[in-house]
């Protein structure tokens, strides 16, 4: 049979992995499709570059565009990343009705669903399996596992980065700066690192599951975002002490008729599945009305994970000769209903609190009278003795509360004399609550 003809635009880490998977195991894969699979042509902004594949028999192009039009490109592999030159290099494949698999969640959660309403019309696929969490297969997880499901939550660690350089801190007490290098040296980090320790790339994430766990259009806007830039290896130890660990997570959750969207650091009980996950792997915990909790578990990041996760795609698209046997984001699109996001102000949580306080007698017992002015009980508390230092730090988890509950007791306990420096606050997630 005729061999199915890849364009791959991109060479770096995760173009690369894709050529070196497509070596290793063209014949397992010819054998799931029923005919070959090749790479024709590849594009890199400098296609004169030493690449850690063998690229012998790939045409290498300088413009992708080409690649997108060339006559012997059957599926289009959209690997650059970031907005502009990735949309309008999607919007050419579909209008030349070529399939489109693409590892860009930017590209996904920002402008998917324009491109998806252009690619229904066209009949052409876009798919992007790779676009979360990496190599685990979530987005098949989601859309055909579950789908007899009424999904209510989608909790995880979906950036590889920031749990890498959490995981570090924690276990070698090195700060954030010089893991982050480490982290873009091994390939996980994004083109802009900001992305990854601010939360936008786990917010693009959060954006494209709870698309298809709720079946709401892709709302990238609606998704409260915090990285992970303030937590100090002080946090993390101080957390420890209290049984806890600090993990970014990305939560979708579904409350009555509306929803809540947040990317935020997080404390979560040592215990708990989540708080194990360590380095590079990410972790996301799918709950639905009938099968209850699931977890799916694996690297979030890495050129040879991430382009298991894009072959995944073209498998499909070969074995689907073309046809569009899954819609993009899970429901029919003429069942996509928008949901109301919850603003955070209105969520509840129970909260992480660290303050510095000066090393005398009825502090404790000032602080807690604040809280208790405000309806909130202390669940658990620690102090460090100040150890020939003035001052004393005083860390504890409160009783489950709204957010404005604790922005005004929070305020009020800063202006205390005896507080010195800002407080420093993050939530906590008990699994259930
Ligand atoms: P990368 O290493 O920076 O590679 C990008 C590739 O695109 C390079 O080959 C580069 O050419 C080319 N390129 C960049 N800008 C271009 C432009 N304006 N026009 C034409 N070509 C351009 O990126 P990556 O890590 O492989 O990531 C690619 C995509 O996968 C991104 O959307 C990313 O978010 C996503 N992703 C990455 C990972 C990961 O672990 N890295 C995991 C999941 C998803 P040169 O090589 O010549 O510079
Ligand atoms: N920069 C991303 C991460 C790549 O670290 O998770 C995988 O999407």
């Not at 009555?256 to 404390?267: H, I, K, N, W």
């Not at 000066?358 to 604040?370: F, K, N, P, Q, W």
């Amino acid at each position: 049979m005729q061999a199915l003809r890849l364009g791959l635009l991109g060479l770096g880490t995760v173009g690369q992995g894709v050529v070196r998977l497509a070596r290793r195991n063209a014949e397992a894969i010819s054998q799931r499709v029923g005919r070959p699979v090749v790479i024709t042509a590849a594009s890199a902004r400098d296609p004169g570059k030493t690449r850690d594949c063998d690229l012998d028999g790939i045409r290498i192009e300088a413009d992708p565009m080409a690649v997108v039009r060339a006559e012997d490109v059957d599926v289009v592999v959209e690997l650059i990343g970031g907005l502009d030159a990735a949309d309008t290099l999607v919007r050419a494949a579909i209008a030349a009705g070529k399939p489109v698999v693409t590892a860009n969640k930017a590209l996904i959660a920002e402008r998917g669903n324009a491109l998806f309403a252009l690619a229904t019309d066209a009949g052409v696929t876009v798919a992007f399996e790779a676009a979360v969490a990496g190599g685990i297969p979530i987005i098949k997880a989601l859309r055909e596992g579950l789908a007899g499901n009424r999904i209510d939550e989608v909790v995880g660690i979906i950036n590889g980065t920031g749990n890498y350089i959490l995981t570090r801190m924690q276990n070698e007490g090195i700060a954030f700066d010089s893991v982050l290098a480490d982290a873009q040296r091994l390939g996980y980090a994004e083109a802009d690192p900001s992305f990854d320790v601010d939360g936008i790339d786990a917010a693009h994430k959060l954006t494209i599951l709870a698309s298809l766990a709720f079946g709401m259009p892709l709302a990238f806007d609606s998704v409260t975002c915090e990285g992970i830039r303030g937590i100090s290896t002080k946090d993390i130890e101080l957390a420890r002490q209290l049984g806890y660990h600090i993990k970014h997570l990305g939560i979708a959750k579904r409350r009555g008729d509306a929803v809540e969207l947040r990317v935020q650091p997080t404390l979560l009980p040592e215990t708990e599945l989540l708080a194990k996950v360590d380095g590079v792997l990410n972790a996301v915990v799918v709950t639905g009305d009938a099968v209850g909790p699931t977890g799916y578990f694996g690297p979030g990041a890495g050129g040879d994970a991430t382009a298991s996760a894009v072959w995944a795609d073209i498998v499909d698209i070969a074995r689907d000769q073309g046809q569009i046997r899954v819609p993009p984001l899970s429901a029919q699109p003429e069942g996509i209903r928008a949901l109301p996001v919850r603003a955070l102000s209105e969520t509840r949580s129970s909260h992480y609190l660290r303050l510095q306080v000066a090393d005398e007698a009825g502090v404790l017992r000032s602080i807690t009278s604040i809280l208790a002015d405000h309806d909130i009980s202390v669940e658990a508390i620690y102090q460090r003795e100040p150890r020939g230092e003035q001052d004393a730090v005083i860390a504890m988890i409160t009783s489950v509360i709204g957010e404005s509950q604790i922005i005004a007791a929070s305020a009020a306990i800063a202006e205390l004399p005896a507080v010195h420096g800002a407080l420093t606050r993050m939530r906590v997630e008990h699994p259930g609550d």
